[in-house]
């Protein structure tokens, strides 16, 4: 039996009745919020083996154009301007983007507004699960 999670309930069954879309929404949204603000660096993340794995190899990177898609708030943007890369962010929503001094571009994975050839690498952390047609995306 498929049941659901609200804010107030832990579970309740799915049973010809109607499911609190708000609460459902709402008990996300803080949650997934809640996770980013209080982001630390773990072992369990993607994020953590990006970073590191470009920390360790910075040289292959310095003065390289690398893409950033999707962007998000710009955390794998901060980390490929410190390392010396070259970052072009883009994302489908660009107003999320918080890096200073770094403008993000807006941008479908299916439709790129980038020269073919005009970048060295393009690195897409927790995007694809996104991709409405992730085959196309590649």
Same mark, same amino acid.
């Given at each position: 039996?498929?049941?659901?999670?609200?804010?107030? =309930?832990?579970?309740?069954?799915?049973?010809?009745?109607?499911?609190?879309?708000? *609460? $459902?929404?709402?008990?996300?949204? =803080? *949650?997934?919020?809640?996770?980013?603000?209080?982001?630390?660096?773990?072992?369990?993340?993607?994020?953590?083996?990006?970073?590191?794995?470009?920390?360790? =190899?910075?040289?292959?990177?310095?003065?390289?154009t690398v893409v950033d898609l999707p962007a998000g708030k710009g955390i794998?943007?901060?980390?490929? $301007?410190?390392?010396?890369?070259?970052?072009?962010? $883009?994302?489908?929503?660009?107003?999320?983007?918080?890096?200073?001094?770094?403008?993000?571009?807006?941008? *479908?994975?299916?439709?790129?507004? $980038?020269?073919?050839?005009?970048?060295?690498y393009a690195i897409c952390q927790e995007g694809i699960e996104h991709f409405s047609d992730q085959s196309k995306?590649?």
């Amino acid at each position: 039996m498929r049941s659901y999670q609200t804010k107030y =309930n832990k579970e309740k069954p799915l049973r010809n009745k109607k499911v609190p879309i708000f *609460d $459902l929404i709402f008990y996300s949204a =803080n *949650d997934s919020i809640r996770y980013m603000e209080t982001y630390t660096p773990s072992p369990r993340s993607i994020r953590y083996h990006i970073n590191k794995y470009l920390h360790r =190899n910075k040289e292959r990177f310095v003065n390289k154009t690398v893409v950033d898609l999707p962007a998000g708030k710009g955390i794998l943007t901060k980390t490929l $301007l410190e390392i010396g890369a070259i970052p072009v962010p $883009l994302d489908l929503f660009p107003e999320t983007f918080e890096v200073t001094g770094v403008t993000c571009k807006k941008a *479908d994975v299916e439709a790129i507004p $980038l020269e073919d050839r005009s970048v060295d690498y393009a690195i897409c952390q927790e995007g694809i699960e996104h991709f409405s047609d992730q085959s196309k995306a590649f």
